[in-house]
């Protein structure tokens, strides 16, 4: 075995359907008496929920959180929580509302306690994002890390099949990358193939039956163990391109990640094949790859750039962004092979049709 660091910031976990009747609880539990909660304007009713469940512990409700933080919405809300003497947060929602959590978190200090509505994971790790003038930049912080994270998947059960379905890849896209990463270790390993082996199955059935609480569930258990490895190891090519197209090219985050990861594991399969069995045996298919684009069809997500708004002359610029700068990857990024990538991906072709491949 590979030596190895395990250095994991941990939070207080509460899972299960229920779950979410103990936010009052766990807020006294931090010490807490004044909470903002956050919600995105759609989820302004789940904000409110959560704001009378904590009676005279809410201290209010600032429901405009929006996609990738910008800078404008973060000063807004450290403003909200400066006037309101706020002495924590309660996130609900997505990576979009944790985020302004961590922008908050980031500049005072104060507890999150997330409660996570979608599969994306933010709520695990330390890593936080501000767009300002249009670039998003992302930074490691572990005071932006929640300090508790309730699971309730009956929350979730108002997530749409046309969120959910993106949303489950881009957890699997986190557990794709830390099985590969230079930092990987055995622990991480586990909760990668564990979180892929849950989002495999229960995808499927969240998006073909949305009320059944059992496939949300496995769901968000498969989340959260994808969130965990986010957090604890470095990312490679594919959250880089991710990054890159929907930043430049302001594409839907989690289906960016849905398009691109089945090209990307064609772009690192040689540089790792241990990664790529572990991942195919956890979807229970021959081909990681095949076996990933062919679950994004059957939960019927996007498989190409071109169908969610990628403009064709815009891929040379892609791979000259995404190349800019050197980072770690099982295969070295060379801008030929990821404008091939790019290319493969913006006609959706699936991995046996993409050229050069058997
Ligand atoms: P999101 O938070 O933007 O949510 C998408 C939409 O779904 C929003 O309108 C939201 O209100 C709605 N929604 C969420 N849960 C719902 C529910 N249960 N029922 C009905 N509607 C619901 O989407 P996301 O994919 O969760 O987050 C994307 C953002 O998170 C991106 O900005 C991404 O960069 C960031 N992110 C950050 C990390 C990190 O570690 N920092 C990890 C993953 C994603």
Redesign the pocket.
Known sequence: MRGFVYDQPSARVIFGAGAFDRLAEEVKRLGASRALVL?????RK?ADEAARRLGSLSAGVFAE?????PIETARQAREVARRCDADCCVAI???????LG?AIALESGLAIIAV??????????????LTEGGV?K?GRDRKVLPKTVIYDPE??????PR??G??GM??IA?CVEGLYAPDANPIISLFAAEGIRALGRALPAVVREPGNIEARSDALYGAWLA?TV??AVGIGIHHKLC?TL?GTFNLP??EVHTVILPHAMVFNRDAAPEAMRTIADALGVENAAQGIYDLAVAIGAPVALKDIGMPEDGLERAAELATQNPYANPRPVDHAGVLELLRNAYAGLRPDQTPGLE
């Open positions: 919600a995105t304007p759609e989820q789940d959180a929006v996609m990738h933080v929602g997505g990576g979009s509302t944790v985020g961590k996570p509505t979608t599969y994306a994971g933010s709520e695990m790790t330390p890593i936080y994002g998003k992302t929350l979730t059960l108002t997530l749409p969120i959910a993106p949303s881009n957890a986190h969130g986010l957090g990054h929907g985050h989690a």
